[in-house]
């Protein structure tokens, strides 16, 4: 399976921007980008996904490289709720096998008030 | 509101003992996910099931069981042959295995063997 790689922690300051990085070098064309976050004792919660194209929702924006090799979530006005765990996941397009999600660790976003 | 149930949230149990975890969901999902998280890990795949009657091993399926018998309902028995069974335990569905589609997870159950 493919695999990303993430810092392990970042820190910012509340009402400023995020740029969560990942790096995601052997990913397959058909595989989707998908951004999920957790807060402690809680389950994960889905922020955004994407295949190809920019995309943005109502909790974030997803900026994929063109080269598809890494990606940058972007949270445009961080608060003290967005501290949490970020996961960056690689999910084919149809599955085959297993094809859960397949977590890493994760960058521990910390948030400054 | 349609979501995912888990239960119990906190589950103890002794050495040697069964214990069945339930995940019921009234998302019309199709696919369901059983995770298991330890303290400063990310989730791993234990099982997962497309449709009712059907399920699949994940990465780590050894120790625990399934049953898809109802669309709704995907419980997750942690056997006695599970040799490390505490854990943080997710359960999650999507409307199919596309690789589109998020998974929407439940509050979890820690469970605990004494």
């Known amino acids: 399976d493919a695999k990303t790689t993430q810092p392990n922690s970042m820190e910012s300051n509340e009402e400023e921007p995020v740029h969560l990085p990942c790096n995601h070098s052997?990913?397959?064309?058909?595989?989707?980008i998908h951004w999920y976050r957790q807060l402690p004792s809680q389950g994960p919660e889905y922020v955004i996904h994407g295949l190809t194209s920019n995309v943005n929702n109502r909790m974030a924006s997803l900026a994929i490289a063109e080269d598809r090799k890494s990606s940058t979530l972007i949270l445009h006005r961080a608060t003290l709720r967005d501290a949490a765990v970020y996961y960056c996941?690689?999910?084919?397009?149809?599955?085959?096998?297993?094809?859960?999600?397949?977590f890493g660790k994760g960058t521990h976003l910390i948030i400054q008030p | 509101d349609g979501g995912i149930t888990q239960s119990p949230k906190y589950l103890f149990r002794k050495e040697g003992q069964n214990v069945t975890l339930s995940c019921e969901q009234n998302?019309?999902?199709?696919?369901m996910y059983w995770y298991r998280q330890d303290p400063g890990q990310g989730l791993r795949l234990i099982y997962y099931s497309q449709i009712v009657n059907d399920f699949q091993k994940g990465d780590i399926a050894e120790g625990y069981s399934v049953s898809r018998e109802k669309k709704e309902s995907f419980p997750l028995t942690v056997t006695s042959a599970q040799k490390n069974p505490t854990a943080f335990y997710l359960c999650a569905s999507s409307t199919d295995r596309g690789g589109g589609n998020e998974q929407f997870f439940g509050p979890g159950t820690r469970l605990t063997v004494l």
């Open positions: 998302l019309n999902h199709d696919a």
């Open positions: 996941i690689l999910r084919p397009y149809s599955g085959g096998g297993a094809d859960g999600l397949t």
């Open positions: 052997t990913i397959s064309g058909t595989d989707y």
